[in-house]
């Protein structure tokens, strides 16, 4: 499309015969209606971004390059989506009518590239490449889905995924009027059997309408909620890649409290249906899902209090802002943990909001009532854990990655007791109780601080005691300041002995007892009682002899 063009229709839909304009309209209707009424022949309706720069990667130059010039290709799907709306763009995807592995590996090598066959059987090739500014892109290349590239995006998810972007003559393609729903912000399903086509879908648009701030059209709503009994047949792998990336987003407890209004969550993650109605004694001021939810809001709010670069201090709230004043030069250190991948694409981050999401999970399970009909939950957190367990493995996660949540769920009560003991009695946590809480978290001792704030949080609400924030942010200040700042001394200390030492010495046979001393080595070396290899042997053999 010529310039001139460009500024003509900036902004606007065109209906196009070949290269001829012979329609314009606000919407794509409107072009198509203004054409129909005057032409026989099907036009084609093109939304002209004009004088609005769409900033894709300096890469796709390049692959512009390596193209026939015979064969039209076209950019699809979120990577147009994000340039309109002048967001980061990650991955690539083109669709071209036909040879698209063919075309890819030519495209691959131009790049010099790596490049696999993803689908053989549906024509379709990936490319893993490095754009000029270090940024690794997937780039995607695949057959139509259907006769032409219109078929193609009509059997897309959400309009606003289904404009495709000509890379011959920048020309923009959006017959379901895809940048409409931008402009205005509304997420609508391309189709009616959109969420029975593909359920993971509705997962997928959850997260988009909570990511852009947009409102769900209302039959795309009731779409969703029509097929939601089919979300229990999505792949065990598709459903956690998918929940994942709803938990790493924004609004994670907003997405999960839409789910369950859909009907999904029940098919979906089936052991949090119990939490619903669930009530639970003083001081929480909700009932179990509520506060499970509440405890993920306070948690979203807390980082986003400790995200570098992110909004005034002043934005949150006031034991936020106290939050901030005692543990904030932590806040790049906790930023880079949470923003690491611990197994897979997965961040700590997404990680620790599922741990949000199941802290509580077994409290149905184990409820008892003492004499005087006070309600309690004994030992909700390792039952949890079990739970929770079980459910990582139905999600096909890895065996590190269900240690962890176990780790996190299981021990989530300590700060908790920590902090009521600093209440109660003015004891905060001894170098002992700092080394033990450690030695059996390990660095999931810094995001079982941060759960611990949003889970007080939540059990309180307005409610609760200036002493108890204070107390539990003292607690979680030692804490930290011990990991980041003494690991030497009270979390790792140097070996002063090792195995064989204490053999020799102490004329043993390999075996546990020689681990239990070692431990209570370090243990010592914790708390400041030993500090030298004389005094580590002398406590091993007063040890042998109690």
């Not at 010529?2 to 606007?12: C, H, N, P, Q, T």
């Not at 919407?27 to 004009?50: C, D, N, V, W």
């Not at 109605?277 to 306070?298: C, I, N, R, S, Y």
């Not at 909700?380 to 590190?400: C, K, P």
Request: hydrophobic letters at 40%; charged letters at 25%.
């Amino acid at each position: 499309m010529a310039g001139k063009e460009d500024k003509l229709y900036a902004g606007r839909w065109i209906a196009r015969l070949g290269r001829r304009v012979i329609a314009q309209g606000g919407t794509p209707e409107q072009a198509r209606q203004a054409a129909q009424s005057r032409f026989k022949e099907i036009p084609e309706i093109l939304f002209m971004p004009g004088n609005k720069t769409l900033n894709f990667p300096k890469i796709l130059d390049l692959v512009r390059e390596a193209l026939p010039g015979d064969l039209p290709v076209y950019l699809v799907g979120g990577a147009v989506r994000d340039a309109m709306l002048g967001t980061e763009i990650h991955d690539l995807d083109f669709v071209l009518q036909r040879d698209a592995i063919k075309i890819s590996r030519r495209v691959a090598r131009h790049l010099k590239a790596d490049f696999y066959p993803l689908d053989d059987e549906r024509d379709t090739g990936r490319i893993l490449a490095v754009d000029e500014d270090g940024t690794r892109l997937q780039m995607d290349f695949a057959a139509f889905r259907g006769r032409d590239l219109e078929s193609d995006l009509a059997g897309r998810d959400f309009t606003l995924n289904a404009i495709a972007y000509d890379l011959r003559d920048n020309a923009i393609h959006d017959p379901l009027g895809g940048a409409q729903d931008l402009q205005e912000k509304r997420l609508c399903a391309c189709s009616q059997t959109s969420f029975s086509d593909d359920p993971v879908r509705i997962l997928r648009g959850i997260r988009l309408a909570a990511n852009f701030g947009f409102s769900i059209e209302s039959e795309t709503r009731e779409a969703m909620k029509k097929a939601a009994n089919l979300s229990g047949e999505i792949s065990p792998e598709r459903l956690r890649d998918e929940l994942f990336r709803l938990l790493d987003g924004a609004q994670p407890a907003t997405c999960l409290r839409a789910l369950d209004m859909l009907g999904v969550l029940s098919y979906i993650l089936p052991e949090l249906s119990a939490l619903r109605g669930f009530d639970q004694p003083a001081p929480h001021v909700h009932k179990v899902w509520e506060h499970t939810l509440a405890t993920m809001v306070h948690l979203e709010a807390l980082l986003a209090s400790l995200a570098i670069g992110g909004g005034p201090e002043f934005e949150a709230d006031l034991p936020d802002r106290l939050m901030v004043q005692v543990i904030g030069s932590y806040r790049t250190k906790i930023c880079e943990i949470l923003a690491s991948i611990l197994t897979g694409d997965r961040s700590h981050r997404s990680l620790l909001f599922l741990a949000a999401l199941y802290h509580d999970v077994a409290k149905p399970q184990v409820i008892t009532n003492d004499e005087q009909g006070q309600m309690h939950f004994w030992n909700h957190d390792q039952v949890g854990a079990q739970v929770t367990a079980v459910r990582a493995r139905a999600l096909m996660m890895s065996n590190e990655e269900t240690a962890w949540l176990q780790m996190i769920i299981s021990n989530h009560l300590r700060i908790l007791f920590h902090t009521q003991r600093l209440v109660r009695e003015g004891k905060p946590p001894s170098r002992r109780a700092i080394y033990r809480f450690f030695r059996d978290t390990g660095l999931a001792g810094m995001e079982l601080c941060l759960l611990a704030l949003a889970d007080l949080r939540a059990t309180y609400e307005q409610t609760l005691p200036q002493e108890t924030w204070a107390a539990a942010l003292e607690v979680v200040r030692l804490m930290l300041e011990n990991w980041f700042e003494k690991p030497g001394e009270t979390i790792d200390p140097p070996s002063l002995v090792n195995g064989d030492d204490l053999m020799k010495a102490l004329n043993l046979e390999p075996g546990k007892k020689i681990g239990e001393l070692l431990e209570a080595i370090r243990e010592a070396q914790a708390t400041g009682d030993v500090s030298t290899r004389a005094q580590a042997l002398k406590l091993a053999k007063k040890s042998l002899l109690n």
